[in-house]
């Protein structure tokens, strides 16, 4: 292409891969004028020369790293969802139809963008991603650990802390029954599974520290039920809560609102739509189901006699549910508007 086709660049989109990017640009026509791809290390040396305009690309690893390069260039970067990139792709599937598509999605005025991550938050969702899977990884070990006991026909009772309780008792009165290779597979899993409660253990008190160090994740904390788990992860996953117009808006991208049917004026309302931050959905939704545990707390909550009332009339998984909604919208007004919750101070303890 002449250097003079890119002067009139409107659009760039760029499919990001492991080692190589493909970029396709269109101008002010709607013509594309770009069609190139480049390896990783050439990015900026790439974009040096290339005049700015929009730059979209979909949300995925390294998207939030390319797109701080970028706006340091002077771009216009826009990380758009791939499920909003997926209309605009044509023909088969290959890196330039989908760089392609993203270019064309990063136009629409009406389009959500996700939010672009600090290092900050990048390294405080790390935590909260290794301590998720130390936690996964760790039931895991429990259910063989369980599941061994049961093929020699031994059970223990439900919960974590009866298995940790009477695991060297069964290994010591059940040494007949036993055989001493699977006593020794027992007693390996058994300290995996005591490796991995101490790595959690550190990672969770890391977590706590950020928490208290933290101006918006402190403000969080003082809404009912949400602790340094919660603040955390809220923050690491939308900063100062920039990307949404209200507290609806996050709740739906949470996936705590009812999932919608509607045609003809008709107005279906189903299941909760689980769209969103599967592991902030999670927390949420515990975080109410403990507050629930507390009846006698309820009175003290400016949202008690709302709570008394919609366990009276609701299923207690949808009034925990209806809870965690109300959660998270109290939670995204505290952090936007960086104000603390009205409430006394000793309910922070009962939060995640």
């Known amino acids: 292409m002449a250097k003079n086709d890119f002067d009139e660049l409107m659009s760039i989109g ?31 040396a790439t974009f040096e020369r290339l005049p700015r305009c929009v730059v979209g690309m979909e949300a995925c690893l390294s998207a939030h790293f390319v797109s701080r390069t970028l706006r340091k260039l002077g771009f216009e970067p ?8 997926k209309p605009f792709n044509k023909g088969q ?4 139809n989908d760089a392609e598509a993203i270019a064309e999605a990063a136009l629409r005025p009406n389009l959500k963008a996700v939010s672009e991550k600090s290092q900050d938050q990048l390294d405080l969702q790390a935590l909260h991603r290794v301590r998720s899977r130390l936690v996964s990884r760790r039931t895991a070990t429990i259910n063989q650990i369980r599941a061994f006991l049961i093929e020699q026909g031994i059970t223990v009772r439900k919960g974590l802390r009866a298995l940790k309780n009477s695991f060297e008792t069964i290994l010591e009165e059940r040494k007949d029954e ?46 009912p039920g949400i602790g340094p788990m919660i603040s955390t992860a809220m923050v690491a996953a939308i900063g100062e809560g920039e990307a ?8 739906a991208w949470v996936g705590l609102v009812p ?5 003809g004026g008709r107005t279906v309302l189903g299941r909760i739509s689980k769209r969103g931050s599967r592991y902030l959905r999670m927390l949420f939704v515990q975080a109410a189901k403990i507050i629930m545990m507390r009846p006698h707390r309820w009175p003290d909550f ?7 009332r919609a366990s009276e009339r609701m299923h207690r998984n949808k009034a925990a549910v209806a809870l965690a909604n109300k959660l998270a919208r109290m939670a995204w007004s505290i952090l936007r508007h960086k104000t603390a919750f009205d409430a006394p101070r000793d309910e922070v303890a009962i939060g995640i």
Not at 93 to 96: H, I, L, M, V
């Open 14 to 44: 760029i499919d990001i891969g492991k080692d190589t990017f493909h970029l396709v640009g269109f101008d002010q026509a709607g013509q594309r004028v770009l069609r190139k791809q480049i390896k990783r290390l050439a990015l900026v």
């Open 244 to 251: 949404f117009d209200r507290g609806r808006d996050f709740a």
């Open 178 to 223: 036993i055989s001493p290779r699977m006593r020794s597979i027992l007693i390996g899993l058994y300290g995996d599974w005591m490796w991995m409660d101490d790595r959690i253990d550190k990672v969770s008190q890391e977590i706590e520290e950020i928490s208290r160090t933290e101006e918006n994740c402190v403000n969080v904390m003082t809404v």
């Open 302 to 308: 400016s949202f008690g006699e709302w709570l008394a």
């Open 93 to 96: 599937k290959n890196d330039y």
């Open 259 to 263: 999932r919608q049917y509607s045609t």
């Open 78 to 85: 826009r990380i758009i969802p791939a499920i909003y990139v």
